[in-house]
């Protein structure tokens, strides 16, 4: 049985890069993988991960988007790949599911597990209640711990305030430990 994957992990801890890689095996095995990204997701038109490789994606969804039926509809690939997982929404989480169970496709989802508020996107939350397998991909905080949350800079300043999604503009972030995100950002949620 096929089965979906959830890799999850803070800000910079290499989930772009490791889908890339993962698309490199299936494609060096001449098998076929259907890359998908929402389109929430503006920082470039592909994949990019910050080691600054890229990956061309098959389909970026919007929030309507029917996942399974797209990816049906351009033929059974041996793979699905999901970048920015985060952003999708629940339903489309669960036709992510549907592909590996029904349709015996293996789906790997990569993406944040919680926003720069310590709270958890609907992308991720459902993949956390459906994925058959979950594994936190590492990356480390300033002072050297492991890093488990994002946090926010909006003009150099660290902040809890904005919309869940901000991309654009002078907003920036940065993985940290629980330790160091109390101590700029003052506060949980």
């Keep these: ?5 959830f890799r999850y992990g803070a800000m910079n801890s290499g989930k772009s890069t490791a889908l890339i890689q993962v698309a490199h095996n299936y494609a060096e095995r001449g098998q076929r993988v259907f890359v998908l990204k929402p389109e929430i997701d503006t920082k470039s038109p592909g994949v ?3 080691i600054n490789v890229t990956r061309e994606v ?3 969804t919007s929030a309507d988007t029917a996942v399974r039926d797209v990816v049906l509809a351009a033929g059974t690939p041996d793979c699905v790949l999901v970048d920015e997982a985060q952003f999708l929404t629940g339903e489309q989480v669960e036709d992510l599911f549907r592909l590996a169970v029904l349709d015996g496709i293996p789906v790997i ?3 944040l597990r919680n926003d720069f508020r310590t709270r958890g996107f609907p992308g991720s939350l459902r993949l956390m209640e459906l994925a058959h ?3 936190e991909l590492k990356t480390i905080c300033r002072c050297g711990r492991k890093a488990t949350l994002n946090a926010r800079t909006a003009n150099g300043e660290f902040t809890r305030h904005g919309s869940q999604v901000a991309i654009d503009g002078d907003v920036g972030y ?3 430990c629980g330790t ?3 101590h700029e950002v ?3 949620g």
């Excluded at 049985?1 to 994957?5: E, F, H, N, P, R």
């Design 1 to 5: 049985m096929a089965k979906l994957y």
């Design 48 to 50: 990019l991960s910050r």
């Design 58 to 60: 098959d389909l970026v």
């Design 109 to 111: 989802a990569y993406g």
């Design 133 to 135: 397998s979950i594994e």
């Design 174 to 176: 940065e993985s940290m």
């Design 180 to 182: 160091c995100y109390l």
């Design 186 to 188: 003052g506060t949980l």
